[in-house]
Structures are given as C-alpha cells and as structure tokens.
C-alpha cells in the first residue's frame, strides 16, 4: 500500500516538475527582446530591377530563440534605410522574409534601347590596339581607317604575287592588297557606344552575373535613319562605305569616356 501510494507522490512531482519548467522557459522566453527582420508586405509585388519603396515593407518580429542562423540570410529591420532604394534581383511577391540575396544587383537587360529615328550598326574593332575593357556603353568612340583602303579601287593584281596562294583567285589578289595598305588615316564619327558583343555593362557586372563575354571586338554604334530606315548622317554612310569596301576588316578607335577624370589622365 506504502508503495503505491510513493508511485503516486512521485507521478505528481514529475508533473507538478514539467509544469513549473515548462512555464519559466515561457516566462524566461517572453522576457527576452525579439529580433527584428524587414518583410515584404502581403498583396505587394516587386518585379525584377525595381526598386524597393519604404511602404513596400514591414517589420517582422521573431522570438531570439527561433532565430537560429536566419540572421546569415534575411535582412534585419535596422538596415531599412539601406534597402530602400535598392533594386530587387527577381521577382517577389508578399508576404515573405526580405533576404540579402534579394537586393543584389540584377542581371543586365540584354535589349538595346533605340529610340524612333534610331538604328544601330556593327563595327568589328581592333581589340591588340586598344583594351576594350576600358569602353563603357554610353561612351563616344571615332572610328581610325586608311585613306587607302577607302580611296584604293580594288588592284587586279598584288604589289607581291608570290605572296598569294593562288595569283587568279580574284578574292586572295584583294585581300593581299588590303593587308599591304597603309598610308594616312582619315578619323570617322564620333558615334555614340551601345553594346561591345553582348556587353551592355560593365565587365565587372558581367563578370558578377557569371554572363561570358561574346563578340567583344564587335562594337555596337548608335546612328540615326528617317521614315524609310535609311541612313541620314554623312558620317554613317561613310563608316558603312569603308566597312562594305574592306568587308568588315578591324578598324582602331579613338575612344571618348563618360568619366572626365579617366579623360583627362
């Protein structure tokens, strides 16, 4: 009888026990200041490359003991300042935790942006003359041609036949003559950089994308053309004149940055 009696005292202690344990981690838990995160609010969407707006967001508390290593990931409410204004890398859609990856820079639009009235040409460029890591788009740049490769009609025969692989193929006698021109040079432009190969941006960006560089030495021009796309500046012409002549040989530039500071070193 004692010890049935003992089973049953010891039963209630354990859970008399349980119960007080249970409540000092509540209390101790409620004590403690929960960590703030920034949210984006439900019924909001931000769409990849827009920036994040103050009423975009909201301030997400969590209780210090669920935390565990979200504070690696997700963005903490003090840095709203910091996010705001800040573009979004996809697209989200509320109500979500706002993430440090989420805010870094967004992929580069691959589009060229041609107003009305506006075209856009390739000119192939020589990139052992000068480093094209240093032309931003949105930079001015000339163009370097011989005179006489412009002016030159297409010799029937080379200065040195030997030279050519084979004397009567009309297409090897012109090309031999071209790689013997030289002269003056005569400076076309300046145009207006778009894109160098798929480039739109800086090779840093690229670079950040993990985007590979195609077409470097390809350099994309801004031109302007009328109501029937054709061509409407004498400059343009001439550049498309050389280009046609030498087909599409490797012209040097003359290269005009944004940045006065860069301009001026």
Same mark, same amino acid.
């Given at each position: 009888?004692? &010890? ?13 026990g ?14 403690? *200041? ?9 019924? *909001? ?56 990856e989420?805010? !870094? ?22 990139? !052992? ?10 930079? !001015?740049? &000339?163009?370097?041609? &011989? ?6 009609? *297409? ?13 009567l ?19 076309i ?13 800086? &090779? ?17 021009? !801004? ?31 003359l ?11």
């Amino acid at each position: 009888m004692k &010890s049935i009696h003992g089973l049953a005292l010891a039963a209630a202690l354990g859970v008399a026990g349980a119960i007080l344990n249970f409540a000092y981690l509540h209390n101790k838990s409620q004590n403690k *200041t929960p960590v703030e995160f920034l949210g984006i609010k439900a019924g *909001t969407t931000i769409n990849a490359g827009e920036p994040f707006s103050d009423d975009d967001l909201e301030v997400v508390s969590i209780p210090d003991s669920w935390v565990g290593n979200l504070r690696k990931y997700a963005v903490l409410a003090e840095a709203r300042k910091a996010a705001v204004g800040e573009p979004s890398w996809r697209r989200l859609s509320g109500p979500r935790l706002l993430l440090e990856e989420d805010i !870094r820079t967004p992929p580069p639009d691959p589009r060229l942006r041609l107003a009305e009235g506006e075209a856009s040409i390739g000119v192939p460029v020589d990139s !052992r003359a000068y480093p094209l890591a240093l032309v931003m788009p949105g930079d !001015r740049v &000339s163009f370097l041609v &011989s005179r006489l490769r412009i002016n030159s009609p *297409t010799p029937a025969v080379a200065d040195d036949p030997d030279n050519i692989e084979d004397p009567l193929d009309p297409v090897a006698v012109n090309e031999a003559a071209l790689r013997g021109a030289s002269g003056p040079t005569e400076t076309i432009g300046p145009f207006e950089v778009l894109s160098l190969g798929n480039r739109l941006v800086s &090779s840093d960006v690229m670079k950040a994308n993990r985007i590979p560089q195609l077409q470097g030495n390809v350099m994309t021009i !801004r031109v302007k053309v009328d109501k029937n796309n054709e061509l409407t500046e004498e400059k343009a012409k001439k550049l498309v004149e050389v280009l046609l002549e030498t087909k599409f040989r490797e012209v040097g530039i003359l290269h005009f940055p944004q940045d006065r500071e860069l301009r001026n070193r």
